[in-house]
């Protein structure tokens, strides 16, 4: 009685901590409610110096904004989305505002570079003045050493320099404006290692061109006054192939004990279905007036007529083993008793062990122990059948659960997004 209250005890703190937790949540809840519920209502439609309501607009270069706002007319209230169009220059700003973009170009292009009177790095030939809402589209007057993108082409630049000039056409709305800049490209800064391998690089290409005609290309064979040996680089398809080899074996074994699992599983659950009819059946048997040997064979060779029908059945097919032992001359109780040690199932053992006691000491009271053990049977039959139907019910829920995560999330996340603070 003791235990009984304990347990209740742990049950109902276990209840009182789950409430207490859901209660703590709700309220959580109710206070962020309250919090963006405010702070959606509390604000109001700003007012200048003249007591009118004004929508500021957002900087140049910020983009248009949109506001809901709700329009009272007499008795009626309207709602109105209402745009508000970015802030413009005037006439006389943009000129200057120009002029501070093209000074600003000079640093923002640059890219690695330190300045243009050196350039050694792509350029990073911007299409918007950040921050300010000005356009830029460029012209080159020579697209040989350099392209729209500002990357250089090393193939076309000298070692004393290219002068190249950078047009930079800048539009605000319909004002426009042009810009020019005068660069200096240079080949990049490489070390000995980089000058030797663009050398040799060079020197190929001209032996392939120099080679189109001919079956096969000459590769060099120095390059700087130094030697070169040629060969094949370590080729990695075989690690590629063992790796490859290594995971699948790994798989597999996986895969065996995984699926062994799921067999062992399967076995003990169709034998713990098939338990209750061989006991009934057994038990009839030897009500009907059998020993216990003719009631196995009577049962096996049952079986065995209809396994075509009925497929292959775990315990059904011990039983014929241990037939064909004790047509063998085994001993009839240790064979029985092999029989629930082969099952691995302890009702099985039971069983075994009952067939083989009775053996020894004689049948009587044997049909009331076979029947008792019948109902227990059946009853342990029932509640796997309910386990199984429970397992199945969990299985469905998974994917509903997964469902409503999709569903809460597609909800959620837009109310978010629209929430302003």
């Known amino acids: 009685m003791k235990a009984i209250y304990m347990n209740r005890l742990r049950d109902i703190i276990k ?16 206070v962020c409610f309250i919090c963006v519920f405010i702070s959606d209502n509390s604000i109001k439609v700003e007012k200048d110096e003249e007591g009118r309501s004004i929508l500021k607009r957002n900087r140049q270069g910020e983009g248009k904004s949109t506001e809901e706002l709700e329009a009272k007319i007499g008795d009626r209230t309207e709602n109105f989305e209402i745009t508000v169009s970015e802030k413009t220059y005037s006439g006389e700003e943009i000129d200057q505002v120009f002029q501070i973009a093209a000074e600003d170009l000079e640093r923002l292009i640059l890219g690695e570079n330190d300045s243009l009177e050196s350039v050694r790095h792509k350029l990073d030939l911007i299409t918007e003045i950040p921050g300010k809402g000005i356009s830029v589209s460029w012209e080159l007057d020579n697209y040989d050493v350099m392209d729209i993108q500002g990357k250089i082409k090393e193939e076309k630049v000298t070692e004393e320099g290219t002068e190249l000039k950078l047009t930079a056409n800048l539009s605000y709305e319909e004002e426009r404006a042009a810009y020019e800049f005068y660069v200096k490209i240079y080949p990049p800064e490489m070390d000995s290692r980089e000058r030797l391998l663009k050398n040799l690089n060079l020197e190929i290409e001209q032996y392939d061109e120099e080679t189109r005609t001919e079956d096969y290309l000459i590769l060099p064979d120095e390059i700087d006054g130094r030697e070169i040996e040629w060969r094949y680089g370590p080729r990695t398809r075989a690690f590629g192939i063992l790796l490859l080899g290594i995971g699948a074996s790994v798989m597999m074994i996986y895969s065996g004990k995984r699926e062994g699992k799921e067999r062992k599983k399967q076995r003990e659950r169709q034998m713990s279905i098939d338990y209750p009819q061989i006991i009934n059946k057994f038990n009839m048997y030897i009500s009907s007036g059998m020993t216990i040997r003719k009631a196995w064979f009577c049962i096996a060779q049952d079986y065995e007529k209809d396994r075509e029908r009925t497929g292959k059945r775990y315990a059904y097919e011990e039983m014929m083993y241990t037939v064909h032992q004790i047509q063998g001359g085994g001993a009839e109780g240790e064979c029985y008793e092999e029989y629930g040690i ?33 109902e227990e049977a059946f009853e342990e039959r029932k509640n796997l059948a309910k386990k199984l139907g429970e397992e199945a019910g969990t299985k469905m829920m998974i994917p509903m659960f997964m469902m409503l995560a999709i569903v809460f999330i597609i909800v959620t996340v ?8």
């Open 342 to 374: 082969r099952c691995r199932l302890s009702p099985y053992k039971k069983f075994g062990t009952l067939l083989s006691q009775n053996l020894r000491k004689g049948s009587r009271g044997l049909t009331e122990l076979l029947r008792r053990e019948a």
């Open 414 to 421: 837009p109310a978010f997004f629209t929430i302003q603070i």
């Open 15 to 30: 209840k009182r901590r789950v409430y207490k937790k859901a209660g703590i949540l709700l309220l959580l809840t109710i």
